[in-house]
């Protein structure tokens, strides 16, 4: 097996556990392309990117173009002469000049098991869809999103009591798996590309604020995989007085219990370490929440410190 020179571009936790298996393959790992910092949270504060962080503590070469179409940036690429370049998470289109640069082209770690949840959210839509398995994909890199051939590819089944945070870190752990035996295979010439079956192709767009409120008219299954699908990041919300509270965990719906004749969002029951919620189906325990400003915590901590009774109800929009 011949050793590469590696290009990688990616930028959160996803990407870390790949950049950890190459940087210790016989591999050449070259240079690492994070985007711009930016800055995030209340108080605005610039946080470099995770795989930045990796960067600085390993001494790999590191460049943070503002634009990846920029002359420069592609001219010091040409110059680098990497032999595959490798994205994963990065959240950027390869334009055309970087796409044909490298000698074995450019690759994508993607997770979801493609044609399925092409786009940018594919692990946090799959939890919300009650998907039965997502997956692990390294493809040929094209203009279009996501839909290069396939060099290899794995399904991960979703547990009933997945989030996309616990889905996320086995997909990130068994994609950098698959990464490196797909690097391993293109310097060996072992590997052979299929095309995706594009007329079954599916896509996760970006969450939406929409997307974290809570309807409490949907089916109480619908409710329960939407809180895991959010949670650890952003959070499914519902409101009470007008206050807007994160739901981060409920207890998976039972088919044998009865769908009471009242209106969807009202609380049931009030327990010692949860409560209960009316929705479309069957009614919902909820078992950790957080109001806002305010640490998460159990449902009966809740209901003891803001007085939540029986017959309230959640829903509606938060009081400007």
């Known amino acids: 097996m011949k050793e590469l020179k590696l290009v990688f571009m990616g930028t959160p936790e996803f990407a870390l556990p790949s950049l ?3 940087y210790l393959s016989p591999h050449n790992l070259a240079l690492l392309v994070v985007p711009p910092d930016k800055p995030s949270g209340r108080g605005r504060k ?9 960067a600085l503590e390993k001494n790999i070469s590191l460049v943070q173009p503002q634009k990846i179409s920029d002359q420069d940036f592609l001219s010091g690429m040409e110059n680098e002469a990497p032999d595959l370049i490798i ?4 959240g950027k289109i390869l334009p055309p000049p970087l796409l044909k ?57 979703i547990l009933p009591f997945d989030t996309a945070g616990t889905l996320h870190d086995r997909l990130a752990g068994r994609g950098a798996s ?27 767009p970006p969450l939406t604020p929409e997307d974290e409120q809570l309807d409490w008219s949907q089916g109480a299954e619908e409710i329960y995989n939407r809180i895991r699908g959010l949670n650890p990041w952003p959070g499914a919300y519902t409101c009470l007085n007008g206050k807007r509270i994160k739901v981060w965990q409920a207890a998976r719906p039972k088919d044998d219990e009865l769908n009471p004749d009242i209106a ?24 950790n929440l957080q109001p806002s400003g305010k640490k998460a915590m159990d449902a009966g901590s809740f209901c003891c410190g803001y007085r ?13």
Not at 46 to 54: G, H, M, Q, S
Not at 107 to 120: C, Q, T
Not at 134 to 157: C, F, H, R, T, Y
């Open 87 to 90: 994205t994963a998470a990065y």
């Open 178 to 204: 698959l990464l490196l035996r797909t690097v391993n295979a293109l310097a060996s010439g072992a590997v052979k590309a299929f095309p995706q079956d594009h007329e079954r192709a599916s896509y996760a």
């Open 101 to 157: 640069l490298p000698r074995l082209g450019c690759i994508n770690l993607h997770a979801s098991y493609l044609p399925f949840y092409r786009g940018s959210a594919p692990i946090h839509r799959a939890v919300i869809d009650g998907a039965d398995y997502s997956g692990v994909s390294v493809i040929k890199m094209v203009s279009e999103l996501d839909a290069g051939d396939i060099l290899m590819q794995e399904k991960e089944d």
């Open 20 to 22: 950890e298996l190459l």
């Open 264 to 287: 969807p969002g009202t609380i049931l029951t009030v327990g010692e370490n949860s409560l209960t919620v009316a929705t479309g189906s069957v009614p919902l325990t909820i078992l």
């Open 46 to 54: 610039v946080r470099f990117a995770p795989t930045k962080n990796w």
């Open 308 to 320: 939540v009774e029986a017959g309230q109800v959640l829903a509606g929009e938060p009081e400007n």
